[in-house]
């Protein structure tokens, strides 16, 4: 197989420009509002749309493929949580801002394990919709990114769910995505983490994965770590999950997990009694981080304007201080994913992965046979990536005024109105939530009637 795998570009065709704009001048008038109305200089984005980057949850697509070959639902579900964490490992120090998409942009990929086809099906708000494929599964969903940006943050909830199918075992998973937040927005190092609880359900079997995305708050120590357990429907706890989203997932059963901890209680029991000065024990200091990692966890984001609580989230928000702790290996683990290693180049390139490298490369034949409203052919997008930041600039200000000028004209005349070409509103019928659905066909690449938009 390997072989016959097409060679794809590793870096961009040109270094990409380090920019000392101060992003706190565009900001300072924006806090508490949602992010999407605001038009931001070129030079905080990356040269790829949102699409693009949806695209991206699909870099490990290979774990649904080995999903499906499980017999095992359990087992099954041990590949699906490695997808669903994999997908996010790509957004590890990636600080530039990916376009928004056009209405009716559409974004395609097809590689050796799957294809998939995003569309913009709505711009206020901005909502991507997505359907991925290959012939065992199914992956589909819609994302609709709320940023919020609360003065030294960005939060962003990216509100929607997500589906995989396996139709031929009549299974489905769901999960929503947790949220991601941006640190240091004025000042000092900027620094991004996933925060929250992922809930990844099977509705055929009702197992549960049940993930926490911790919170780093002051201190490294938790910093990118992800845990949590596997459930079956009378709640009781089958598998212990753990891991970083930048990193690896692994998993090992409940028992051993807990064998485990008593096992460290016990060496930690004994090296307390030992400890002189009680200050001093890791008892009292691991009580300490947990009152501080609680008031974090109350006053972040909400409270950035009383005065106590502000100066709490202010201090964890400068610096992330000590060094990331290791994850010790819990007796009979396996291994369900691990990152792979980032390009060497990345730092000039947008801290790209080799998979984002390639997602705007026009390949040989492409343009021939590639639908017209495709990221790729964005000339905004494409002069950010030549470097040419004035070009993308006047670019960008035209497609977004040709885009409001269409939508004008839909609004006053009694015109055709726009909907989407390749997805429908619907209702999921596993979350029972209104969903986007894709209507098929998109491969067959009839393409003469989609609108002119760049
Ligand atoms: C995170 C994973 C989610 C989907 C998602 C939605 C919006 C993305 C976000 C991801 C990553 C961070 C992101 C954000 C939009 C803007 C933001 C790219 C992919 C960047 C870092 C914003 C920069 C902040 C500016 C103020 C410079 O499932």
């Known amino acids: 197989m390997e072989q016959y795998k097409k060679e794809h570009r590793l870096v961009l065709p040109v270094p990409m420009y380090h920019s000392d704009y101060n992003i706190w001048a565009v900001l300072k008038n924006c806090i508490g509002k949602e992010l999407s109305k605001i038009t931001m200089p070129v030079v905080f984005n990356e040269p790829l749309s949102f699409l693009q980057r949806m695209a991206e949850y699909m870099e490990y697509g290979h774990l649904l493929t080995i999903a499906a070959q499980q017999e095992d ?41 799957f294809k998939i086809i995003c569309e913009q099906v709505s711009h206020h708000p901005p909502v991507s919709a997505f359907h991925a494929e290959s012939g065992d599964w199914f992956f589909h969903g819609s994302i609709h990114p709320k940023l919020k940006f609360w003065g030294k943050s960005v939060e962003i909830q990216p509100k929607g769910t997500v589906t995989v199918e396996f139709p031929k075992l009549k299974e489905a998973y769901t999960w929503t995505n947790v949220t991601c937040c941006v640190h240091n927005i004025i000042m000092g190092k900027m620094w991004m983490e996933q925060c929250g609880t992922m809930e990844i359900v099977s509705h055929l079997s009702g197992y549960k994965a049940h993930l926490t995305f911790k919170q780093a708050g002051g201190n490294s120590k938790d910093l990118h770590k992800v845990e949590g357990y596997i459930s079956d429907k009378s709640k009781q706890k089958l598998y212990y999950i753990y891991g970083k989203w930048t990193e690896f997932i692994k998993c090992t059963d409940y028992h051993s997990y807990e064998e485990f901890v008593k096992e460290n209680l016990h060496k930690q029991k004994t090296s307390d009694q030992k400890s002189k000065s009680p200050n001093d024990s890791p008892s009292h200091t691991s009580k300490k981080m947990l009152q501080k990692f609680n008031s974090l966890k109350v006053s972040s984001f909400r409270t950035q304007n009383s005065t106590q609580e502000a100066e709490d989230v202010d201090d964890s928000d400068e610096i992330l201080k000590g060094e990331p702790s290791v994850i010790v290996e819990i007796p009979n683990s396996t291994t369900i994913w691990k990152v792979n290693p980032r390009p060497p180049q990345s730092g000039d390139y947008y801290q790209f992965t080799e998979f984002a490298m390639s997602l705007n490369e026009l390949e040989p034949g492409m343009d021939q046979n590639l639908c017209p409203t495709d990221s790729r052919l964005r000339p905004d997008i494409r002069k950010l990536e030549q470097g040419d930041i004035d070009g993308a600039a006047i670019e960008k200000t035209r497609l977004e005024e040709k885009q409001r000028d269409a939508n004008k004209h839909r609004k006053h005349k009694s015109a055709v109105q726009w909907s989407p070409r390749w997805f429908k509103q619907e209702i999921n019928s596993y979350t029972n939530h209104e969903d986007w659905i894709y209507t098929g066909n998109y491969w067959e690449r009839q393409f003469a009637e989609v609108p002119d938009i760049f």
């Open 73 to 113: 639902p359990v087992q099954r579900l041990q590949y699906v949580i490695g997808f669903a964490v994999s997908a996010l490992a790509s957004n590890w120090e990636r600080l530039g801002k990916p376009f928004n998409p056009l209405l009716g942009e559409t974004y395609e990929l097809e590689r050796e394990d």
